[in-house]
């Protein structure tokens, strides 16, 4: 793909599975055999210390392997022998405790296992749900026109189906057109849906010289669709935006279809690119060749990042349930490369979260660069009868 498309969850941060996202967490065993050994000490043995020694291999199960998991429960048991001995002699009455220690070690090892093989079929599952968004998302260029172009695609920690967003931008004798969509639901018939948005895409952007008329050819397209389909595909929609930059570069339109609003960082600023007038998403409204379609306006002056997101990057929530705020996070100066700006973002979810993405976030980002000497970069009027914003 190009440069900065990225499907997948990242490889290169070490968190393939919620031990290796909270790596300090495996030391919570050990600490509670020796929280054992300490309140031992403190109480001179009056403290009874044993439910904590249980806990231990328990503990263990899913933090750690098989081999480290039984360790603990054979340490754990050890431990309160060692205990036993520097009170007592030990007696029958001790058989019991340590009895059920040495089960609780025996099915701490057996969840271990099933823990370990449900995490490495979900780890499959999810590969080949990144494998397959691979093949239905385009291999979008390194630059088109003017603009550098970086993509990524994160799959959900606990996701294990394709889901449906997608993302392309395309050349045309009228501009550059790009489109970000998050189709709802997921598996095959959002696969169904994204290969039919895509197709359409392309097609309206080479032949419909208006974006309204691009827009109202994915509205028929998600129409059509929906009539020949069952089931939950025929509840099927998608939020969109369809943004175009003209050949002279000189405004950004945007059609915003019930989708997030997109980001314009420049300066150490981010703007959210807010639409004038609320429109539903596409597949929720028939339009007729005389409906109004909603497109704002907005400056994209030379070094700016356009960034798009799907739902996947603003709901992403903490431990607390606080939703994902992108704005902050790219309040601050970046060098003009869309690949530094989504890989900030990123970053700052991951933070967020945990490393734990709740849902498939895909982002879509470009930069304006410089003019071609002797290019016009004069700005015609605005387009009448069109809210203009200057962002």
């Given at each position: 793909m190009g440069r900065g498309t990225r499907i997948g969850r990242k490889e290169s941060s070490g968190r393939e599975e919620s031990t290796e996202r909270v790596p300090r967490l495996r030391w919570l065993p050990a600490a509670i055999i020796v929280a054992a050994l300490v309140l031992s000490f403190f109480t001179h043995g009056g403290l009874n210390t044993f439910p904590l020694l249980v806990a231990a291999p328990v503990a263990a199960a899913p933090l750690l392997s098989l081999r480290g998991t039984i360790t603990t429960g054979v340490v754990a048991n050890l431990v309160g022998l060692g205990l036993v001995f520097l009170k007592r002699e030990p007696s029958v009455d001790e058989l019991v405790p340590f009895s059920s220690l040495v089960v609780l070690t025996v099915v701490a090892a057996f969840l271990n296992v099933l823990l370990t093989r449900d995490r490495r079929e979900l780890k499959t599952s999810r590969e080949v749900a990144a494998v397959l968004q691979r093949a239905v998302l385009p291999d979008l260029p390194d630059r088109v026109g003017r603009l550098a172009v970086a993509t990524r695609y994160e799959v959900a920690h606990k996701e294990a189906a394709i889901g449906g967003d997608l993302f392309a931008i395309h050349e045309t004798p009228h501009g550059i057109r790009m489109l970000i969509a998050d189709v709802r639901g997921k598996g095959v018939e959002a696969v169904r849906t994204v290969n039919a948005l895509l197709g359409s895409f392309h097609e309206a952007s080479d032949h419909r010289p208006d974006l309204p008329d691009v827009v109202r050819q994915l509205e028929g397209r998600m129409q059509a669709g929906i009539r020949h389909a069952s089931g939950a595909e025929a509840e099927s929609f998608a939020t969109a935006v369809v943004a175009e930059l003209p050949p002279d570069y000189s405004v950004l339109r945007v059609a915003n279809r019930g989708h997030e609003a997109p980001l314009l960082v420049h300066e150490g600023k981010a703007l959210l690119l807010e639409p004038t007038t609320p429109a539903l998403p596409l597949?929720?409204?028939?339009?007729?060749?005389?409906?109004?379609?909603?497109?704002?306006?907005?400056?994209?002056?030379?070094?700016?990042?356009?960034?798009?997101?799907?739902?996947?990057?603003?709901?992403?929530?903490?431990?607390?349930?606080?939703?994902?705020?992108?704005?902050?996070?790219?309040?601050?100066?970046?060098?003009?490369?869309?690949?530094?700006?989504?890989?900030?973002?990123?970053?700052?979810?991951?933070?967020?979260?945990?490393?734990?993405?709740?849902?498939?976030?895909?982002?879509?980002?470009?930069?304006?660069?410089?003019?071609?000497?002797?290019?016009?970069?004069?700005?015609?009027?605005?387009?009448?009868?069109?809210?203009?914003?200057?962002?």
């Open positions: 597949g929720l409204g028939l339009l007729d060749a005389d409906d109004e379609i909603p497109v704002d306006l907005f400056d994209l002056p030379v070094g700016a990042t356009l960034v798009l997101y799907t739902d996947g990057i603003n709901e992403a929530r903490d431990a607390d349930g606080v939703f994902f705020d992108p704005v902050p996070a790219l309040s601050r100066h970046f060098p003009p490369d869309p690949d530094a700006v989504l890989d900030a973002v990123l970053s700052a979810v991951s933070r967020h979260t945990g490393g734990n993405l709740q849902d498939d976030a895909a982002l879509f980002a470009v930069t304006l660069g410089d003019a071609v000497p002797g290019a016009d970069r004069q700005r015609p009027a605005p387009e009448t009868g069109r809210p203009e914003h200057s962002a």
